[in-house]
């Protein structure tokens, strides 16, 4: 199994390069998973308490979990994420996602790259770079639309939180990637190149 991590700030369009790596191999062939499902359940903690929580830290992420599940797949075992709620900052008690082993897994996060044994598991890594412009209004338009958040809410926490965080630990984390993309699911080139290491991939020819 060839384990592709995608790693990107906050909008830079991670998930539309691996929508689109996806729709060009065809979805059967790759199991696709983001890092955002092993965000640490707080569901123990009161809603001011979750709220007050740093979650562009690397440490906001269960790692370990990740990895844990990682092996399994890798094994031939099925493996079940959670699921995390946004809006309620904490997982779900119900749902889980699940993991199949297949020829390919693409895995999508901010911070794939900055946890040293969660970046040895990854055989393709991959950094999409998108200006940070760009990122924080596409932040914008998510976090309103799909999370519930406030324009202010918003402000804060980029300039407490999500600005600070890339600086420290997704910015450096860039050096470790194989593959840089430029500008996220508009370079279609970036694109076409990883699609290429992965149908060599598929049809033997080993990466």
Do not use: W
Request: proline share 3%; with cysteine; glycine share 6%.
């Amino acid at each position: 199994m060839l384990i592709i991590g995608i790693a990107g700030g906050t909008g830079s369009g991670k998930t539309t390069v691996a929508r689109s790596v996806i729709e060009r191999l065809g979805s059967d062939k790759i199991t696709f998973i983001s890092q955002d499902n092993y965000y640490k359940d707080h569901s123990h903690l009161s809603m001011a308490e979750r709220e007050s929580i740093n979650y562009d830290h690397p440490l906001a992420f269960d790692n370990e979990l990740l990895i844990k599940h990682l092996s399994c797949v890798k094994s031939g075992q099925t493996a079940h994420a959670p699921v995390y709620d946004f809006t309620v900052h904490a997982r779900s008690v119900t749902e889980t996602v699940e993991l199949k082993p297949n020829n390919i897994f693409i895995l999508e996060g901010l911070h794939l790259l900055s946890d040293e044994n969660l970046r040895n598991m990854i055989d393709i890594k991959v950094f999409v770079d998108t200006d940070p412009d760009v990122r924080i209004l596409r932040r914008v338009l998510r976090d309103i639309e799909e999370r519930g958040r406030t324009i202010r809410s918003i402000h804060n926490q980029y300039l407490n939180t999500v600005k600070p965080m890339h600086e420290a630990f997704i910015e450096p984390s860039k050096k470790y990637a194989d593959l840089i993309i430029p500008q996220g699911g508009h370079n279609e080139v970036g694109i076409q190149m990883l699609s290429i290491l992965t149908e060599k991939y598929l049809t033997g020819d080993r990466v």
